[in-house]
């Protein structure tokens, strides 16, 4: 009995303590809420579960969900598909409230490459994709304007100052030595076709869907076109479904914020006479006439003939779009129509482009696609032709700004023009016969009307019924492109007024009594041009091509492929007829017969054709470790049969390090989300040289035959001149590019990161020698492979995305370093000391003479003479100095066999520069970029900066006459 008795006892016991236990660990409370998407809408079939257990729920069709959660657990992990996983504590909370963080979807984004696409992530070439969705709202009518400051490395000018301009654009550090061809843009390629960088310019940026700008050795796939970097455009197509219309429309308003100040009238004679008084070299033989005097000063404190103020008008511009697409699963459609004009802020500048491209895509069959595209753009450009002030656009801006506040434009209230006789009263240079208002007036105008139409079309067919080539598909595509370009240009002549005499005691001023007297008002026949032009170019070029792409996933092995070759011809033609007097602008109708001078033209015709054979192998490996290697043989006629021919290879690497299991696993890295290291190498060329050099050239010169007896110009007629030497080892420029590049993504992909370093190995440039060239040679001598020059960098880019309630902004930053080093050229055999030197710098900086002051007196000049022993000064004698030049440093004298350089030698020449700045170009740019939207409303702004060099003034500024100081 005892035994039994401690046996129940025992077990008594045991529950005792079992049933506290027991209790506690099943202790339990309820925690809800809801889960919410960036956009604030219920997440429905959100996971909800608690780390480590098989305790779990989903969200229901609101967003919300219950959960009975042990008393010991903590936190609670939410998951949901294309969302990062966020993990919430739950200490003292029971209603929770929360909100997911989208996954980027960019790295998942497909790319347009050459001759293909490939996912982003795939990317191992220092490729940047743009998409000008956030631009199509801007008021721009140039493609490659909105560019500007994007990319990293990418140089955008020009493209915005005035309708019509063109951007220009360069991919990092780009170099041409040869005088007889070459170019710095890169090369611009259009779905699959390679088009000039004005076709590029004129695309209506609503028409496209992505941009890819190479700038690494992956532009090896375009050959000797892609030597300079690559950009790839790829339009919009239509997508399934109902049809859908859309129309966009901006106005845009242009006027100046600043202009730049210049002296008054009263204090531009105060100027004039100070610096003419100061001339030493020309002393003013008569001051009353050379100098403005007193009464004539005052009187200038109330004039101010503001020329360019007169002239200056606000500008508008409006861009106009409608697109239509859709389509059933078998066929969509594509269609857009733009209009864009824009008016100038000075005289008559009107401009208006339209745009139109249309396409379908046809599956012909379960295997068969049919693609078609039209598209082509039409400009018109009206301007006035100044053939007085100068052609450049600019001319007109600055003649206006600079014109002397005291010279009328006008003899008072008339439209009588007047030229810009100023102190001397006579004409000191060509420019003062330019009278803007006169010339808007006559109608002197430039017409210009380019036009181009390109038709695309394709047949693919695709393997994909065949268990062995399933992923392999083959296409043809055929690509015609026209264009024309007229241009006519109507130039008179037209009288012009001065005054014989006119009012104040200097005989300077246009005021007084008498000016308006038939014998004091004198003419000048004008000629601006006076002449009828017409410039017609026809341009037709064509493109063939035929690839096979093969694209296949075989477990974590991914494997896809290129072969293609292309086929390109291209004809230009150009024809100009040219007749000088053409009659009165009231009589004259635009066309020869209302002109009577000579008659001149001439035509011009000129033929290209090109055969590449390209090739591209890409692997990947559970989206870890990426490979790709390509290659392209391209032929120029440009060089001897011998060398028609060359060969581009590329291959370049890549690993994912955010894609390795142990990263993934370790939670303590879960800020940094992707991290791709990548690097490429390749060899690319250039054919920078004309046609036909490879071969003694001969030109015709009329009278220029044999001649017999002693008289030169009893010639027998017609002669030949010998054109350079010609070079037939002549070849393809070669530059191996190097490219080092990270990507990472940091905290949940709101903040971006792109570091790349690269060097460009520019061998065998083609230049013309000339140290090593003897003097007896007698004459110019072909391109020859020669020069080295490497050029090299880094560029970094930071992105900021993420959001305030509704409130969504981004922030981005490129800055980038750039500079090039001189390895090997014809130098000869003395180098000077300011010369580019083996193994330095490309850019040698700015140069100019050591400053120690100004001469103030003649005590100052005497002082300078003896002080450092001078006895010449800018091949001036000690008394043709005078008080108000500079004073400089004597810093050598002539140079030794040996290349080195005296000390001072008491002459102040060129001799005696030094060093200002280690660059004349800016090596450092920055840009800053912000953006943001909120209900449908959006803005964006750029800020960019450059640095690292001396700026001088323009040497017209820096030489200063009387002449023209008029």
């Known amino acids: 009995m005892k035994i039994v008795n401690l046996t129940l006892m ?16 099943q202790q339990t409370r309820i925690i809800s809420g809801v889960v919410l998407d960036e956009n604030s809408e219920p997440v429905i079939g959100a996971n909800v579960a608690i780390p480590g257990t098989s305790i779990g729920t989903t969200t229901n069709v609101d967003g919300k969900f219950n959960l009975s959660v042990p008393a010991d657990k903590h936190n609670l992990q939410i998951t949901y598909l294309g969302h990062y ?94 005088k007889d061809g070459g170019t710095l843009s890169p090369v611009y390629v259009v779905d699959d076709i390679i088009v000039s960088e004005s076709t590029f310019n004129l695309i209506d940026v609503n028409e496209v869907e992505q941009i890819s700008i190479v700038k690494d050795g992956a532009a090896a796939v375009y050959g000797a076109r892609g030597s300079q970097g690559a950009i790839l455009v790829r339009t919009k197509r239509g997508k399934e479904g109902a049809a859908r219309i859309s129309y966009s429309g901006q106005f845009g308003y242009n006027d100046e914020v600043a202009r730049p100040k210049v002296m008054d009238a009263y204090n531009y004679g105060l100027f004039w006479n100070r610096f003419a008084g ?86 012909m069959g379960s295997h068969f696609k049919v693609s078609f595209q039209a598209s082509g753009d039409y400009e018109k450009t009206i301007k006035t032709f100044n053939k007085v ?174 072969f293609s070759i292309e086929r390109r011809e291209s004809n230009t033609s150009t024809s100009r007829f040219l007749r000088e007097d053409p009659l009165d602008y009231t009589l004259f109708n635009g066309e020869s017969n209302t002109a009577t001078g000579t008659i001149d033209g001439n035509t011009g015709r000129t033929q290209s054709g090109d055969m590449s054979y390209i090739g591209r192998l890409n692997y990947s490996y559970g989206d870890k470790y990426l490979f790709e290697f390509l290659v392209r043989s391209d032929a120029s006629t440009k060089f001897s049969p011998d060398n028609y021919w060359s060969l581009f290879p590329s291959v370049s690497a890549g690993w994912v390090i955010s894609e390795e299991s142990w990263f993934k696993d370790n939670e303590s890295l879960s800020w940094l989300n992707y991290l791709k290291i990548r690097g490429s190498y390749g060899l690319l060329g250039k054919d920078n040289t004309k046609a036909w050099l490879w071969r003694q050239r001969y030109t015709y010169q009329a009278n220029k035959g044999a001649v017999f007896g002693t008289n ?41 990161v792109g570091i790349d370093g690269y060097l460009d190995k520019n061998k065998e440039m083609l230049v013309q020698r000339e140290a090593s060239v003897p003097v007896t040679v007698g004459g110019a001598m072909a391109a020859e492979n020669y020069d080295e020059i490497n050029a090299y960098g880094v560029e970094l880019s930071l992105g900021w995305r993420s959001k305030i309630d509704q409130f969504k902004y981004n922030i981005s930053i490129n800055t980038s370093y750039s500079a090039s080093d001189y390895i090997k050229k014809d130098w000869p055999a003395i180098l000077a000391y300011n010369s580019v030197y083996p193994g330095g710098p490309q850019d ?84 800053l970029r912000i953006g943001g939207e909120w209900k449908g409303l959006s803005f964006s702004a750029s800020f960019g900066a450059s640095w690292g060099a001396f700026s001088t003034l323009p040497g017209s500024a820096r030489s200063v006459s009387s002449s023209n100081l008029e």
């Open 85 to 178: 996983p966020q993990t919430i504590s739950i200490v003292n909370q029971t209603v929770l409230t929360v909100s997911l963080v989208l996954k980027s979807q960019e790295l998942d984004e497909v790319v347009v490459v050459g001759y293909g696409s490939q996912q982003k992530k795939h990317l191992t070439g220092a490729i940047t994709t743009v998409s000008p969705e956030q631009f199509e709202t801007l008021p721009y009518g140039n493609l490659g304007a909105i560019l500007q400051g994007e990319v990293v490395g990418l140089n955008v000018s020009g493209g915005q100052s005035r309708p019509q301009s063109q951007a220009s654009l360069t991919i990092r550090n780009p170099f041409t030595l040869s």
């Open 389 to 562: 002030g100068g052609e450049n656009d600019e001319n007109d801006y600055n003649t206006l700004l600079f014109t002397p506040r005291y010279i009328p434009s006008h003899i008072g209230d008339t439209d009588i023009p007047l030229l810009r006789y100023g102190v001397s009263n006579s004409q000191r240079n060509a420019i003062q016969q330019y009278n803007f208002f006169e010339l808007e007036k006559r109608g002197d105008i430039v017409d210009t009307q380019p036009q181009s139409m390109r038709i695309n079309g394709s047949v693919e067919y695709d393997f994909d019924w065949s268990k062995i080539f399933k992923g392999l598909k083959v296409k043809v595509n055929y690509s015609k492109s026209i264009t024309n370009n007229e241009s006519n240009q109507f130039g008179s002549k037209y009288t012009g007024y001065y005054f014989g005499t006119r009012g104040g005691s200097g005989n300077h001023l246009y005021i007084g009594e008498n000016l308006l007297d038939a014998s004091n008002l004198k003419t000048v026949q004008v000629n601006n041009g006076n002449r009828l032009m017409r410039d017609m170019t026809r341009g037709d070029d064509y493109q063939l091509n035929f690839t096979v792409n093969y694209a296949r996933t075989f477990g974590l092995h991914n494997v896809s492929g290129l």
């Open 278 to 363: 100061a001339s030493g070299n020309s002393p003013i033989s008569n001051p009353k006439t050379g100098l403005f005097q007193a009464d004539e000063l005052e009187a200038m404190k109330e004039m101010n003939y503001d020329w360019l103020d007169r002239a200056w008008k606000a500008a508008n511009s409006m861009k106009h779009n409608v697109t239509l697409s859709g389509g059933l699963k078998n066929a969509t459609f594509f269609g857009s129509l733009s209009y864009f004009t824009q008016t100038g802020n000075l005289g008559r500048l009107d401009y208006d482009k339209w745009n139109y491209r249309v396409g379908a895509d046809v599956k």
């Open 844 to 927: 040698m900086g700015s140069w100019g003479y050591d400053y120690m002051g100004m001469f103030r007196t003649q005590e100052d000049i005497d002082n300078y003479f003896t002080q450092y022993n001078i006895t010449k000064y800018m091949s001036l004698n000690k008394d043709q100095v005078k008080p108000g030049m500079l004073m400089y440093r004597d810093i050598r004298g002539p140079q030794l066999a040996d290349g080195t350089y005296e000390g001072p030698d008491g002459i102040i020449d060129g001799k005696d520069q030094i060093q200002l700045s280690k660059r004349s170009s800016n090596p450092y740019g920055f840009n």
């Open 712 to 752: 030169a110009s009893a010639n027998v007629g017609w002669g030949l001149k010998m054109e350079a030497a010609p070079n037939y080892n002549a070849h393809w420029d070669k530059a191996y590019k190097h490219n080092l590049g990270i990507d990472a993504h940091f905290l949940k992909d709101r903040l971006s």
């Open 10 to 25: 025992a077990l008594l016991l045991i529950a005792t303590i079992a049933i506290p236990i027991d209790a506690s660990a």
